[in-house]
């Protein structure tokens, strides 16, 4: 009986986790923040300062009537053609969830208004799974051979060891360093379920 309950309880807190661990990693941006979608923002500059991941959501806030949000190819984005639309939304309150990797492009489908700027594209990366260890480097050494000496080999001045860095990690995002304190309290806890089941 205690053993049922025990299980009971374990996928209980598995499905919490799973849950809660999910909705951690993603992040609502509200395009052009507080100026919303509008023909006087710069949205390259907007979308420089932020991350975008799978399973993220843009929110695009706009006057009915006097905008849209056109999502359409690289090709019609950089032509500001909007005659074939991917989809267009029209509500004055539209939100697009991030459901792929790669590039994704929108611009206002108003004449002129992409051609004043109100174009918006993005870099889409595959859904955040939280920060992953880089390996720690170790010292790269030239290979060596008994038969062929190097000239600086009896030199009184030795070389420091060679060291390969790899890229450094990206800092954490909020989202990122909420999934790291969840994984930091939920695997002890998951550590004395399997001791006590």
Not at 141 to 158: C, G, Q
Request: with cysteine; glycine share 8%; aromatic share 8%.
């Amino acid at each position: 009986m205690a053993l049922i309950k025990s299980n009971a309880f374990f996928t209980s807190l598995l499905i919490l986790v799973a849950r809660f661990g999910g909705a951690i990693g993603e992040t609502v941006h509200k395009v052009g923040d507080s100026k919303g979608w509008t023909i006087s923002v710069d949205y390259d500059a907007w979308a420089s300062s932020k991350t975008f991941h799978v399973g993220d959501s843009l929110v695009f806030e706009y006057t009915k009537g006097s905008h849209d949000v056109t999502e359409v190819t690289h090709n019609d984005f950089q032509l500001c053609e909007t005659s074939n639309p991917l989809t267009r939304y029209e509500t004055g309150s539209d939100t697009i969830v991030l459901t792929k990797p790669g590039l994704q492009q929108f611009l206002c489908g108003i004449p002129s208004h992409c051609d004043l700027g109100q174009k918006l594209q993005i870099h889409v990366l595959p859904a955040s799974l939280g920060p992953i260890a880089a390996p720690v480097p170790g010292p790269v050494r030239s290979p060596s051979s008994s038969s062929s000496r190097s000239p600086l080999a009896d030199s009184p001045v030795k070389s420091p060891p060679q060291y390969q860095m790899g890229p450094s990690p990206a800092p954490l995002s909020a989202a990122s360093k909420s999934s790291v304190w969840i994984g930091l309290c939920v695997l002890p806890l998951l550590s004395l379920i399997f001791i006590l089941v």
